[in-house]
Every structure is written in structure tokens, then in C-alpha cells.
């Protein structure tokens, strides 16, 4: 930019060059430099739009089809954040009294409706092919765990809120998925499959993430996710995925229902 301006003052120097310039001429010579840099400034500019624009696109499949330069921008965004989360950060918990007794309702895609909870099963799908199918009094029966902290959706309210259940590290090293643990991603999906999320291994190992089955101290109502639900106070509401189907683990990312309309992958806070 410095070059440009310079070239363009030295241009007009040589028109004027051997005369005293008149304050006309001052201010003449100023308007040519600031036009002349502000039509390359706009050039550069319509020029990076083309290019973004032009770009190719990544295909449609686990995020929402973003041009590449932006995905690779999103991605290393992702990978500075990640850089930074410790299981020994924990979110700020409250006192009971401070939980709503109203418990705030959003969308129910995949939860809509009752649940058979005496039929209802969690299948676990095991690296090596093996599937775990678990009952809610199983899950009832492990060490319970409740918090109260401020709950918070990407669509702008937040709400402080009492939930109880298994934390899901507890829950892994129960059922022995020590060769899950090892792998980068947990996948979940709604029993009928229409809701699903995709969680990095980390987060989902973090101290305060339940395998939640009681809100205000009673069991979840079908609203809120009955029998089980995901309570992971690290991520955005997205992410705490209403009852629960079945449980997945990979390398890769599992599919995840917000992200294949655009929204972030990874959804900390
Ligand atoms: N199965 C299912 N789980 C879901 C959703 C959903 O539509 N279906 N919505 C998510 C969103 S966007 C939020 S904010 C929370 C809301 O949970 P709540 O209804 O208990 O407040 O659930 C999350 N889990
Ligand atoms: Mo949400």
C-alpha cells in the first residue's frame, strides 16, 4: 500500500515539478492520492471477495459446506481453542437455590412425545463389534453426581439449572470402554436417529459431563430428554443431546445434526 501511495505522489511531483504549488494544488494533489489509493483499496477488495467466492466449497457431509479458505480458517480457529481446554477448568457451579424451578424447554427433534422407559435401552456400540444394551436402572445404580451451573443456548438464553445422573467418565470406566476412551470422538443419536451429536473425547471425559436422568431431583420428563440425556456444561445447549439411543466412539467426526447446517463443529465455551 505504502509503494502505491508513493508511486501515485511521485507521479503527480513530476507534473508539478520545478513550480511552487498554490494551496489548490496542495489540496488537488492530496485528493488525487487519497482517490487513487482508496480505487485500489477497493480493487484489492472486490478482488479477495471473487476469490473467496470463487473458491471451492467442501463437500456436504459432517460440517455444512463452508468454502475451503473459510473451513481452513474455522478448523485452525478450532485447533487454537482446543489448545487451550484442560479437564482441570471447570465451569461455575451454583448453590441449589439459585436453580430454576421452571426448567427452560427448546426444540425436541427425535424427543417429541412419551418413551417407553421399562422398554427403553441404551446401546453402546463397542470398538470391536460388541454391543452393550443397558437398562436406566442400571445407569440409576452407578455413583450419582448432580450440578447446578448456567446452561446456555447458541439461540441467545441462558438459565441456571440442577441436573443428577452418572458422569459419563464414571460411566466408561464402569463398563470397561478403556479402548473407546483412547478414540478422539464420541458419536450419540436419538433412539429413532433424527437428532445426533458428535463430542471430542476430551469434553466428554470432563469431570461435570453426565449421563444425566433426573432434573430439580426427579426423574427427567420426556420434555427434558426422559429417561437420559446429555448434560455437558463445556458446550452450547446443541450439544446435550435429549434422550439418548445410542452411544458410538471413532477417529473421525461422527455426524452431528447443527453442524450439517453450519453451525460449529466443536460448540465450546
Ligand atoms: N433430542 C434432542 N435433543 C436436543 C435438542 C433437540 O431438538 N432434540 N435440542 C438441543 C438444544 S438446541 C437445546 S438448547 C437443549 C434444550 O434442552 P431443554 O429442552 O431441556 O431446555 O437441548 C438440546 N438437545
Ligand atoms: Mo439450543
Sequence with gaps: ??????????????????????????????????????????????????????????????????????????????????????????????????????????????????????????????????VLNIGIDEIRRLPKTEIVYDFKCVEGWDQISHWGGVKFSDFMAHFKLDAETALEYVGMETPDKQYYVGIDMPSAMHPQTLLAYEVNEKPL???HGAPLRLIIPVKYGIKNLKRIGSVNFSNTRPRDYWAEQGYDYYAGL
Excluded at 57 to 72: D, M, S, W
Excluded at 94 to 112: L, Q
Design 1 to 130: 500500500m505504502m509503494k502505491v501511495t508513493k508511486k501515485l505522489s511521485k507521479i503527480f511531483k513530476k507534473r508539478v515539478a520545478k513550480k511552487e504549488l498554490t494551496v489548490e494544488q496542495t489540496i488537488s494533489r492530496r485528493n488525487f492520492i487519497s482517490f487513487g489509493s482508496f480505487a485500489v483499496l477497493a480493487g484489492a477488495a472486490w478482488g479477495g471477495w471473487r476469490w473467496l467466492y470463487k473458491s471451492p466449497v467442501e463437500p456436504n457431509g459432517i460440517t455444512g459446506q463452508a468454502h475451503l479458505p473459510l473451513r481452513a480458517v474455522l478448523n485452525t480457529n478450532e485447533k487454537l481453542v482446543r489448545g487451550l481446554y484442560s479437564n482441570n477448568n471447570l465451569v461455575k457451579t451454583y448453590p441449589k437455590e439459585m436453580a430454576a424451578k421452571v426448567v427452560r424447554h427448546n426444540s425436541d427433534i427425535g424427543s417429541a412425545g412419551l418413551v417407553d422407559v421399562d422398554a427403553w435401552k441404551l446401546t453402546v456400540k463397542k470398538s470391536n463389534g460388541e
Design 221 to 223: 420428563p420426556p420434555k
